[in-house]
């Protein structure tokens, strides 16, 4: 069983990823008092010869919001007593996601059930499902704030 | 103050349920309920089914039985990591039964396998799984099975990223 104190929490500024990011501090406090975050802007795959190559959006505002959303989940993260440390990455989430988790050595990854609420018709966001099903740790899917 | 008060979690007597059941004591510091349930499919009941499901002989009795100690068993591991907990068998199907005892508890969490027992047929996503994730209104926690099983396509990813 994979030690609990290496936690990996997936932010997007989404209400379900705001409720991760609590229970996840809540994990945090627990054991040890960080936690690692992973915020993934999502690039254009364009084909570079024989690869498929993931574009990064180059797009100022995509950025800007990116830094303020992870800068707004580390913020959330210390009101709670927690040491957050957010990475930024380009490229496809499911694929970013799993690839910090194994990079720090994660023994859970706790995601937001779904994105933004435009697609709320969606049960189980396409990212969550990606992340569940090929993740070798323990995946905690959080959709509301836990109950008082 | 607990990270989770109130906590169902799923078992079926597979190689998973010790680690599942590991992870549920773990998250289970202070919490007010921890019930362990063994759903049982009564499609499993008669037959070559209910054989390769729990080992035992056809019949609704056994089967019924093989749970019972299913959950028994894991509420006295429970009670030796000092933790009391209670066991429920529910018969009906595995999405259905893990849905409804959540609710009825009041679950703030599910902890469950990702993927059934081996030799069924191993989906993607297994059905079960799939089929409480969207259904719940819990958070659960889901555990994979073969945690420490090297990932070939993770080489791969590793190649391409150096690129």
């Not at chain 2, 039985?65 to 009670?79: I, P």
């Not at chain 2, 993927?115 to 209104?137: C, D, I, T, Y």
């Amino acid at each position: 069983m994979k030690p609990l104190h290496s936690i990996l929490v997936a932010i997007d500024g989404s209400p379900p990823a705001d409720a991760a990011l609590a229970v996840a501090c809540s994990l945090a406090k627990e054991y040890g008092g960080a936690a690692h975050g992973c915020l993934v802007i999502e690039g254009h795959p364009q084909l570079r010869g024989r690869h498929v190559q993931w574009m990064p959006e180059d797009q100022a505002d995509r950025r800007r919001e990116a830094a303020n959303t992870s800068r707004d989940a580390e913020v959330k993260a210390a009101l709670l007593g927690v040491k957050l440390d957010v990475a930024v990455v380009d490229g496809e989430p499911i694929d970013e996601i799993l690839w910090v988790a194994d990079e720090i050595g994660a023994g859970i990854i706790v995601i937001g059930s779904r994105g933004e609420p435009a697609l709320e018709t969606l049960l189980l966001g396409s990212v969550a499902q990606g992340v569940l099903e090929r993740s070798h740790v323990p995946v905690l899917l959080v959709h509301d704030l836990p109950k008082e | 103050m607990a990270i989770f008060s109130r906590l169902l979690v799923a078992v079926d007597g597979g190689e998973l349920t010790d680690t599942i059941s590991e992870y549920a004591l773990r998250l289970a510091t202070g919490a007010d309920v921890v019930e362990f349930l063994c759903a049982v499919d009564p499609a499993t009941f008669y037959g070559d089914a209910a054989a390769a499901v729990y080992g035992v002989e056809s019949g609704h009795e056994a089967v019924r039985k093989a749970a019972q100690d299913v959950v028994d068993a894991r509420v006295a591991a429970a009670a030796e990591a000092g933790i009391h907990a209670r066991g429920r068998v529910i018969e009906a199907s595995p999405v259905e039964a893990i849905t409804r005892a959540a609710n009825e508890i009041d679950a703030d969490v599910i902890v469950m396998a990702t993927h059934g027992r081996k030799g069924f047929a191993r989906v993607v996503l297994g059905s079960v799984s799939e089929g409480v994730a969207r259904n719940a209104r819990t958070a659960v926690l889901l555990v994979p099975s073969g945690l420490e099983e090297a990932d070939p396509s993770r080489h791969l990813h590793q190649i391409f990223k150096g690129l």
